[in-house]
């Protein structure tokens, strides 16, 4: 008689590996560890590290950092804004001193504080280690060494380059449709302690540039939509020049997957979380909230699949957790025409110049107390006078 009984499972070195130990990789280990499974946190860099990024922690950061690691932010890696001022192509176009508070972070003590947490948690600490191959049918991970680790559940959260997606789809992101940033640090300002956060519209397209003081540095960035910037370093440029920074400061990029995400974030027993699944609001241009919630959710997901004695269903729970964060990210996509699209973006400054209102939305939707749809029934309600002013000038976006 054919014996029917599963296969016995063979022994694996872990339950899960979580390939990349920024935001998302800290958090599904850390949660991983929380549902009692064995993990390896792999990374090809020990931390600290340097990460490009604005370290523009919202609400919503703040919310999952405190659910997933188990305290509020720690205040000695913050600087904490309640006022912000908005600008477009040179001019004001408003300062809301009172805003729900946003926490500048350098990403090269926040990620090492997670990593430190999800160590301290139990994860095994394979930061450190290059990878010569991925697997994604073992799944395993050979190192450079030549170890190969094997895992029941692999989690890929090695950012937009993501070597794991690669290795499952031949590519990690669709390149005319990722965005792209630059950055400088320069030097904190003498003011920086209360000086407001500034968000300047146009600075790139489709995209915006951003002015972050805290207290050991200015971090100063543009970024947007690559495809439609092709001239970013002139405009990055032009920025610091408006600014009143020395052009001389070292200038770096980074890719972020702007609202460009996979439909299946992952395949079987194998799962991307964070940058590696196209987790960036499209719009803002956040990732840390997404890259951090993704991972737990990926980790609760391996958690269930694992107990029900099918890694394979791992990614199928993970998909109907991560529904909400997909919609999320479509409807900010749609808005974002009528935000950026140059058709639209004269009447929509003019309306965001005018409505303080419109003003607090967004600095809401930045912090995470309200979600697209609350911007987008604002947005829709100026919509009559968006179209008219397009028809006006007789353009299509
Ligand atoms: C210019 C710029 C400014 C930004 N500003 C903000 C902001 O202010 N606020 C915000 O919320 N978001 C911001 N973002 C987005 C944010 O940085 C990302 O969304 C976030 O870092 C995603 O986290 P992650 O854990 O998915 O990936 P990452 O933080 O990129 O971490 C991936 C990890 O994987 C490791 N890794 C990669 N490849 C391999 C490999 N082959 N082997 C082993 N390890 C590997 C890397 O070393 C890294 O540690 C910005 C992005 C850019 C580019």
Redesign the pocket.
Known sequence: MADLSPPAATACDFDVIV???????AAAARTARAEGLSVAL????RFP?A????????GR?ARYFQDIFGSPLPPALIDSKTAVEFHAEGQPLGHLPQIPAMHLTM?WSF?AELVARALAAGAADLTG???ARIDPEGPAVTLADGRRLTARVLIG???????VARALFGQAHDRARVGF???VEAPAAPGNATAPLRIDFGAAHWGYG?H?PKSGSSTI?I?GVQARNPHMKAAMADYLALLGQDPALPVKG???PFGDFPARPGRGAVLL????AGL?DPIT???????MKS?QLAARAAARALAAGAPATALARYRAALRPIHRAIRQARAIRLLLFAPLFRPAFLSAFRRSGHLRQLYMRLLAGEIEYPDMARAVLRRLPAFLAGAVRRGKTP
């Open positions: 390939l990349g130990a920024g935001p998302a990789g792999l990374d090809k860099a590290r990460k490009l990024c604005g370290g523009g922690l919202t950061s990403r990620d280690q290059r990878i959260a090695d950012g937009v380059h993501s070597a940033g630059l950055e951003w972050f960035g970024g980074h890719h972020l979380a964070g940058d590696a960036v241009g956040e990732g840390i909230a997404y890259a991972g």
